[in-house]
C-alpha cells in the first residue's frame, strides 16, 4: 500500500499567518492527490483534488502544489474558520485509499 | 443538493456483527463509488471498501474476511456489515461519494457520521 506521510503533525498560527502542509507519498502517485478538512465532531470535507485543483465554493487562500512525491497544502492567509486538522489522500495506487495521519493547524 | 445519512446502532457486543445502512439522496446513485471510511476517537481516516453502482466491491485487505459492502439502486441505499467485531473497530463510521476523474478518485460528499462502539 502506498504511506502517505504529513508533516508537521500539528502546527500554531495566528490569524492572517501563512500555512504550509506537507505531504509525501512512498511511491509515485502523478497527481493523484486530494486534501480534506476536519473540524472536531464533522465529517471531512474536500478542498483540494488532483493536487492543485480547488473544489468549487472553497475559498482561493487554499492553494496545492506537487514536486515530485511532495505535496503541499498552503493556506496564504489564515483564517479563524481554517483551524481544524487536514488530511491528505491517494488514489494512485488504489484501491486500498490511503490517507496521511493528519495535521492539526491550531490558533497560537 | 447530494446528502448522505448513516443509520444503525451505536452499539455493538464484540463477537458480532456491526450493521449500517447510508442513505442517498439529492442526486444520482449512478456511476458513483459508495465509499466507507472509518475513524477510530482521536486518529485518522480509514478507507474501509467501496460499491459501484453495479454491485462491484472493493475492500480493505485488512479487514476483507469480515466486510460485506452491499448496494440496493432502487432504494439509494448502500449497506456495510463487519462481522465479529472487537473493540479496535470501534470508530465514527462515514458513508461518502467516490467520483472519478482525470487525477483520480474524490471523496466529495459525506455523511456526518455514526459513532459505533463495541462493548460488552
Known amino acids: 500500500d502506498v504511506q502517505m506521510t504529513q508533516s508537521p503533525s500539528s502546527l500554531s498560527a495566528s490569524v492572517g499567518d501563512r500555512v504550509t502542509i506537507t505531504c509525501r507519498a512512498s511511491q509515485t502517485i502523478s497527481s493523484y492527490l486530494n486534501w480534506y478538512q476536519q473540524k472536531p465532531g464533522k465529517a471531512p470535507k474536500l478542498l483540494i483534488y488532483g493536487a492543485s485543483s480547488l473544489r468549487s465554493g472553497v475559498p482561493s487562500r487554499f492553494r496545492g502544489s506537487r514536486s515530485g512525491t511532495d505535496f503541499t497544502l498552503t493556506i496564504t492567509s489564515v483564517d479563524p474558520e481554517d483551524f481544524a486538522t487536514y488530511y491528505c489522500?491517494?488514489?494512485?495506487?488504489?484501491?486500498?485509499?490511503?490517507f496521511g495521519q493528519g495535521t492539526r493547524v491550531e490558533m497560537k | 443538493q447530494v446528502q448522505l445519512q448513516e443509520s444503525g446502532p451505536g452499539l455493538v457486543k464484540p463477537s458480532e456483527t456491526l450493521s449500517l445502512t447510508c442513505t442517498v439522496s439529492g442526486g444520482s446513485i449512478n456511476s458513483y463509488y459508495w465509499t466507507w471510511i472509518r475513524q477510530p476517537p482521536g486518529k485518522g481516516l480509514e478507507w474501509i471498501g467501496d460499491v459501484f453502482n453495479s454491485g462491484t466491491t472493493n475492500y480493505n485487505a485488512s479487514l476483507k474476511s469480515r466486510l460485506t459492502i452491499s448496494i440496493d439502486t432502487s432504494k439509494k441505499v448502500f449497506s456495510l456489515n463487519l462481522k465479529s467485531v472487537t473493540a479496535a473497530d470501534t470508530a465514527v463510521y462515514y458513508c461518502?461519494?467516490?467520483?472519478?476523474?482525470?487525477?483520480?478518485?474524490?471523496?466529495?460528499?459525506w455523511g456526518q457520521g455514526s459513532l459505533v462502539t463495541v462493548s460488552s
Open positions: 461518502a461519494r467516490g467520483v472519478v476523474g482525470i487525477t483520480g478518485t474524490q471523496f466529495d460528499y
Open positions: 489522500q491517494q488514489s494512485y495506487a488504489a484501491p486500498p485509499y490511503t
